[in-house]
């Protein structure tokens, strides 16, 4: 059974940085590709960031230059650097393989003015 498992959220000041991890655990089938998305208050979940197995990233345009998705075999990272408020939300990761979708449960990241 495959999990994801989230850390590193929590609340910082605007300009400040956070790191999330997200461990996975199981046996993941022909990965396509990891990924970041958020979720604030009132809004849609959107894509923050994601990093194919060929290693191509893609970011939203409001986190270019601020944030940087890396990855390892098993553990895909998101450094997020220069933090808005605006960047306050459930961070949520995600794995997509060729037959299947996995997300973890989701961590806080709160950005104070």
């Known amino acids: 059974q495959v999990q994801l498992v989230e850390s590193g959220g929590g609340l910082v000041q605007a300009g400040g940085s956070l790191r999330l991890s997200c461990a996975t655990s199981?046996?993941?089938?022909?990965?396509?590709?990891m990924g970041w998305y958020r979720q604030a208050p009132g809004k849609q979940r959107e894509l923050v960031a994601v990093i194919t197995s060929g290693g191509d990233r893609n970011y939203a345009d409001s986190v270019k230059g601020r944030f940087t998705i890396s990855r390892t075999t098993n553990t895909v990272y998101l450094q997020m650097n220069s933090l808005k408020p605006e960047d306050t939300a459930v961070y949520y990761c995600?794995?997509?393989?060729?037959?299947?979708?996995?997300w973890g449960q989701g961590t806080q990241v709160t950005v104070s003015s």
């Open positions: 199981g046996s993941i089938f022909s990965l396509n590709a």
């Open positions: 995600n794995v997509r393989a060729k037959w299947d979708e996995y």
